[in-house]
């Protein structure tokens, strides 16, 4: 058997045995599954397989972008089925949970390893069907989540099978359409079907991982499916093979052009500013944290957009950063969750002392996704912001306007600080509710910790030692000629850093030493509150919507006018009420309409 078929074929038949297994059984099936595909990737990846041991049908493809983004796929899935063995642990329907788990790992190393374009789009539609069986998991309430992400990543579907039928008609006739090789294919983005062909393939790419106007799905998905399920999907798997795909065709498929380039650009710039303005006035964590899922997307796409090396390294490492730091999050909140029992803003507070490994990973992981050195989060946005500045030195309109491109990137990232001040204080900082006073909250089992510990672990590690670590091995093999336009030292600021939170320790221990620290009543402009007031945290950023533009686009959001999932709804209802009209019943309305049906075919016959 072709060896790099195992870390697909090994997932999809444990999966199996898990629908067939008893409980206990099952969870030992499942953990031994996630991690022998692990183990798997990791031999694939640093073990460097022998070239006479690949495959040579060119159906599948093991190069340095798939081998490291197939490594993801192998730790992400192995972190999650080990945290799920305790979140998940009462719930419903575990049998379908961990088979549908197991075969979005092998179906996602598919996609990855698929040198073949119709191969390619057979794991790919799996991933579709496997993501609405997974948020069906989360019961009646997440169904019409499911459905709304089957239908936009579905319909995004047929599209990427249409620019395949299009690559194919470029390719010409005397080649079998099943035939097609993604390591043989290189268009120029000149004409029309070409330009419609790379369109095609990246709106199936921005569907996947959550750019907008194709993102709608996710804060949807994020609010209602198990945080598991959303921290496997959409936070990890789903943004690594959307951008992916966005890489693989912007890099190899298509020869790309500044026209092509501009549109990436705009797509990551407003997908960054418009998803981090909707993050900042949720009330709901798993809905905030949805959000930012989205927001993140932005910097990949805008990175890939400027067509430089130092940019696509910045948006690819991104990808990898944002697994990390993402991932991490949304388990911490899975955390919370699993204690408190909500996700309420407004019903948490106070949880670092009781929940002090939760507390600190999400705090990592939050200054991570804020580009705050010396996390990693920061030196893949450093990266992308050289790339933006290099790309002013070129021509066209995209170089022309890379002053915005930088504005909405850096203020993005401004403005995810400050969403992640707001989230820290209402979860962990602030007062407790008095619902959540009342419980014995404690900290989670070591199977949920541990994940986190991990992920909140690499996020210093390919911060502090980017360079050494995840630059070296992972990204710049995958683009060469990279440049750094500035100088990052790592190890000065993390040493500064070190020293600032030491000397904050010893001014901290002092005050205790001499009982100088005093409690006082919180006070909003001057005024003081009452003690039976609460300043949760919620409301910091609600006098945004009061702005008078922001107030008509936040409405307008409300109403779903910017959803395209409820657009394409109105539409179709639109269209059928028409055609309702038209079917009466009255048969003498029928023969008329036969009778002009036939006029018109025969005009065209005669013509």
């Not at 990791?42 to 006479?52: H, Y």
């Not at 990855?112 to 997974?134: K, P, R």
């Not at 990137?409 to 006073?437: D, H, V, W």
């Not at 006082?520 to 533009?549: H, M, Q």
Request: aromatic residues 12%.
């Amino acid at each position: 058997m072709n060896i790099l078929l195992y870390p697909i074929i090994l997932p999809f038949i444990i999966g199996i045995f898990c629908l067939l297994t008893p409980k206990k059984v099952r969870e030992t099936l499942v953990i031994i599954g996630s991690l022998l595909t692990f183990g798997l990737t990791v031999w694939f990846f640093f073990g460097k397989i022998a070239p006479d041991r690949l495959p040579t049908t060119g159906y599948f493809r093991f190069d340095s972008l798939s081998s490291f983004v197939l490594l993801a796929i192998g730790l992400f899935g192995f972190l999650i089925t080990l945290y799920s063995l305790k979140y998940m642990a009462g719930k419903n329907r575990l049998r379908e949970y961990y088979t549908y788990l197991l075969w979005t790992i092998g179906a996602s190393s598919g996609v990855v390893l698929a040198n073949n374009l119709i191969l390619l789009l057979v794991f790919w539609g799996f991933l579709g069907l496997t993501l609405y069986l997974l948020i069906g998991i989360g019961g009646q309430r997440a169904l019409p989540a499911a459905k709304k992400a089957f239908i936009i990543v579905g319909g995004s579907d047929a599209l990427m099978l249409l620019g395949i039928i299009l690559i194919w008609l470029k390719a010409g006739p005397e080649t079998s359409i099943f035939s097609l090789p993604m390591d043989g294919i290189s268009i120029p983005l000149v004409g029309g079907v070409a330009i419609a062909a790379y369109l095609c393939l990246a709106i199936a790419s921005f569907a996947k991982a959550g750019a907008m106007p194709f993102h709608t799905w996710i804060p949807d998905m994020a609010e209602t499916a198990p945080l598991s399920v959303t921290a496997f999907l959409p936070a990890s798997l789903d943004k690594l093979l959307g951008i992916y795909l966005l890489a693989r065709i912007s890099l190899n498929l298509f020869v790309m052009n500044q026209a092509m380039g501009l549109v990436l650009l705009i797509v990551g710039a407003v997908t960054i500013i418009a998803a981090v303005m909707m993050a900042l006035v949720q009330h709901d964590l798993k809905r905030l944290l949805g959000y930012h899922a989205v927001s993140q997307v932005g910097y990949m796409v805008l990175g890939i957009g400027t067509g430089n090396p130092i940019g696509i390294a910045g948006g690819l490492f991104h990808m990898l950063n944002n697994v990390i730091y993402k991932q991490g999050l949304f388990l911490a909140g899975g955390a919370v969750e699993k204690r408190v029992g909500t996700s309420d803003l407004d019903k948490l507070g106070g949880l670092a002392r009781v929940m002090p490994i939760t507390f600190v990973t999400f705090l990592i992981a939050a200054l991570s996704i804020s580009g705050i050195p010396p996390f990693n989060g920061f030196v893949s946005k450093w990266m992308i912001y050289q790339g933006v500045i290099e790309v002013g030195a070129g021509q066209g309109l995209g170089a022309r306007l890379w002053i915005i491109w930088l504005i909405a990137a850096m203020f993005g990232s401004a403005l995810t600080l400050a969403s992640f001040m707001k989230l820290i204080y209402a979860i962990f900082l602030g007062q407790r509710a008095k619902e959540l006073a009342r419980k014995r909250v404690k900290e989670v089992s070591w199977t949920m910790w541990l994940p986190m510990g991990i992920l909140a672990g690499l996020c210093v590690i390919f911060g502090v030692f980017a360079y050494r670590t995840a630059l070296k091995i992972f990204i710049l093999p995958v683009v060469p000629g990279v440049s750094f336009l500035g100088v990052w030292s790592p190890g000065l600021a993390t040493l500064l850093i070190i020293i600032g939170l030491a000397i904050g320790a010893i001014i901290y221990w002092l005050g205790n030493l001499r009982k100088s620290l005093r409690e006082d009543a919180s006070y909003v402009g001057g005024e003081v509150l009452p003690a039976e007031v609460r300043v949760t945290g919620v409301d910091f950023y609600n006098t945004i919507k009061d702005f008078a533009l922001f107030k008509v686009i936040y409405k307008k959001a409300e109403e779903k006018l910017f959803d395209i999932y409820d657009l394409g709804r109105n539409f179709v209802f639109i269209f059928t009420k028409g055609l309702q009209r038209i079917h009466t019943g009255v048969l003498t309305t029928y023969f008329s309409w036969i009778l002009i049906g036939l006029v018109v075919l025969l005009f065209l016959l005669m013509r």
